[in-house]
């Protein structure tokens, strides 16, 4: 459903009832325009259900002022924030929000100029975002993690997936082999792997060419897996080849993700970047494992979200708060109400991402006490 459709409803609810029920009528929008979670029911799910409720520390006055992740085509969390805001004011009915869903890139922007107080992102934090924040106030951003991305959900920052032709042997990888195959600089202090003897096959795979598919390297999904694999890295492989979205004949999109697994289909020496939405019958999934010597692991929703697996994407929120300060009463009580049993509940119900653990959500109420 588009943005415009989205606002001609809020329109004729409000419309309706005037200022009176104002926080009713946006709740049944929201219910009638929420986003339909493919993960909703499944069991992983259930500890949600048995995470601490919201409980107000104390009633606290003030403004969260939101900016970021949305778009003026695509309402991606629209609903999943007024369902927020209106559950944190009916326990905190002097907290005002101003929300202000422009895109991401709009986010960390705002923090510094001092225009918003919390900056929700769609992704991790790029590395020129974080530089400008750093520049203007002269210490870093505080992230708190809100969100795991999904397992395969377009638009809801799906896991990056390692895929190799069916025929292959690889058991699996770590992230300095990673490292090996896709760079070429190795600050994971590991080496060229250019043929899969370099990898431990034997056999007629022993001499046999690494062919690396991927991102297009200056686009934002190959930024991810620059910072995650590469360690910031700007140096790739110079033979990777690098895939963008194109159209078919017909007009439709052919995604990069699939474009990506189409060609490995192809080439039996080949290994991609991608994710199982677009995987065949030709390619299979890698488990991966962040150091030498741990257990390899797949992708799945229970690995996101307890973070084991290494490529999961986190959705954070950012705060400006001084190295010697706290956080703003009202930014800390909304999150707090993210993080609750409540908050996360939301999330599930509300959008396409997944909760985060309860490991996590104990990390993250920690750093704001």
């Known amino acids: ?80 924030v007024q369902t927020w805001t209106a559950g944190l004011r009916r326990q905190q009915p002097a907290i005002d929000f101003d929300c202000r869903m422009y895109g991401t890139a709009s986010a960390i922007d705002a923090l510094f100029t001092g225009a918003g107080n919390v900056a929700l992102l769609g992704e991790e934090i790029s590395p020129a975002a974080a530089k400008a924040f750093q520049r203007s106030k002269g210490y870093a951003p505080t992230g708190i993690q809100i969100a795991t991305g999904s397992l395969d959900v377009d638009f809801f920052d799906y896991a990056h997936m390692i895929f190799v032709h069916q025929d292959n042997p690889l058991a699996g ?47 934002d999904f190959a930024l991810f897996f620059r910072g995650a694999v ?46 199982v939405r677009y995987a065949t019958a030709q390619v299979r999934q890698v488990p991966l494992a962040r150091q030498a010597g741990q257990r390899f692991v797949k992708a799945s929703i229970t690995t996101l979200i307890s973070q084991e697996y290494p490529l999961v994407r986190i959705i954070p929120a950012f705060v400006d708060k001084r190295p010697d300060g706290h956080v703003d009463p009202a930014v800390r009580e909304f999150l707090r109400y993210i993080l609750s049993r409540e908050g996360q509940s939301a999330l599930v119900a509300h959008s396409a991402y997944l909760p985060l653990g309860e490991r996590q959500i104990a990390a993250q109420l920690g750093s704001l006490a």
């Open 1 to 80: 459903m588009s943005s415009a459709i989205h606002d001609r409803g809020r329109r004729r609810a409000l419309a309706a009832l005037g200022s009176f029920g104002l926080m009713l009528a946006l709740d049944a929008w929201a219910e009638d325009n929420l986003p339909m979670n493919p993960a909703a029911g499944d069991p992983a799910l259930d500890f949600v259900n048995a995470l601490p409720t919201y409980v107000p520390r104390k009633q606290v006055k003030g403004t969260v002022s939101l900016w970021g992740h949305g778009s003026f085509k695509r309402d991606f969390v629209g609903p999943l």
């Open 173 to 219: 990888l770590d992230l300095a082999q990673l490292d090996a195959v896709f760079g070429a600089e190795h600050r994971r202090g590991s080496r060229n792997a250019r043929v899969w003897g370099d990898l431990g096959l034997d056999g007629e795979w022993a001499r046999a060419p690494i062919q690396p598919y991927g991102w297009k390297i200056d686009e």
């Open 230 to 275: 590469l360690e910031g890295s700007h140096r790739w492989n110079e033979v990777m080849l690098e895939y963008q979205h194109a159209r078919r004949s017909d007009g439709s999109q052919y995604d990069r993700g699939q474009r990506i697994l189409d060609a490995l289909a192809q080439d039996r020496f080949g290994i991609a970047i991608s994710n």
